[in-house]
């Protein structure tokens, strides 16, 4: 009996459909690893992670803001937009990402999911834990807008990074307002986002502007410190 075409086609698409199932059954079990992990996990070591580290990580944050408008100022959208999504990437990674498995001791299984995902390069894998680790610490990422009404994350996701990649991959052109849109974006998720993770941990940046001290208040009243500045990226 010979294979037709359609033989093949049938089988390819057959499985294709199953590795959608196993990749959609995967998702499942790795949200569900996630989501256990945050709840169980101290709330002490995301503090002392963001009092130690979050100076640093700003600093670079606002430093990659700062050269892309310079850039933007002197005719250099496409750059500017790299430079921008670089500053975007850090603050997925080291301040809403890392946090969660800095400072404890994770399962192999667990840190197989989340390592992969924060390695340089990874930002669209990024993308796939960031809603849930952000929404099990109260933060609902994907209700947050921009100043023109859109979603803060889809136009992250569908338009900056997006653009970013047509950018270094391909040479293509933006436009200024391009490049606008995701500075726009990044300080947002510096404004709302980060600045929420601050207070819920306890820590004074929204306040006093430096991430190191701390006002931790419970049931028996205030806590307050310091935490000694370290830097994740010369580690």
């Known amino acids: 009996m010979s294979t037709t075409i359609e033989d093949v086609m049938y089988d390819m698409a057959f499985e294709q459909m199953q590795m959608e199932e196993e990749a959609q059954a995967q998702e499942e079990y790795e949200k569900e690893l996630i989501e256990t992990a945050i709840k169980e996990f101290p709330e002490e070591n995301v503090r002392s992670y963001l009092g130690k580290n979050g100076d640093a990580i700003e600093e670079r944050v606002n430093k990659c803001l700062s050269e892309a408008d310079e850039l933007l100022k002197n005719n250099h959208p496409g750059l500017a937009l790299v430079v921008t999504v670089t500053a975007i990437e850090i603050i997925f990674k080291y301040f809403i990402l890392r ?11 667990l840190a197989g999911i989340l390592i992969p995902r924060l390695l340089p390069g990874q930002a669209g894998r990024c993308c796939e834990l960031l809603p849930v680790v952000a929404g ?11 100043s023109n009404d859109n979603s803060l994350w889809d136009t992250v996701k569908s338009k900056v990074l997006p653009e970013r990649n047509a950018v270094v991959h391909m040479a293509e052109e933006v436009t200024g307002e391009s490049t606008l849109l995701a500075i726009e974006c990044a300080n947002i998720l510096m404004k709302v986002v980060v600045a929420k993770m601050a207070k819920k941990f ?4 929204h306040e006093s502007g430096v991430w190191h ?10 806590i307050t410190g310091s935490y000694e500045p370290s830097d994740p990226f010369k580690k």
């Open 136 to 146: 099990s610490w109260g933060i609902p990422l994907t209700d947050i807008k921009l």
């Open 99 to 109: 946090p969660l498995f800095e400072g404890t001791v994770l399962t192999d299984k």
């Open 213 to 222: 001290q701390y006002n931790n208040k419970t049931e028996r009243g205030a």
């Open 202 to 205: 306890g820590l004074s940046w």
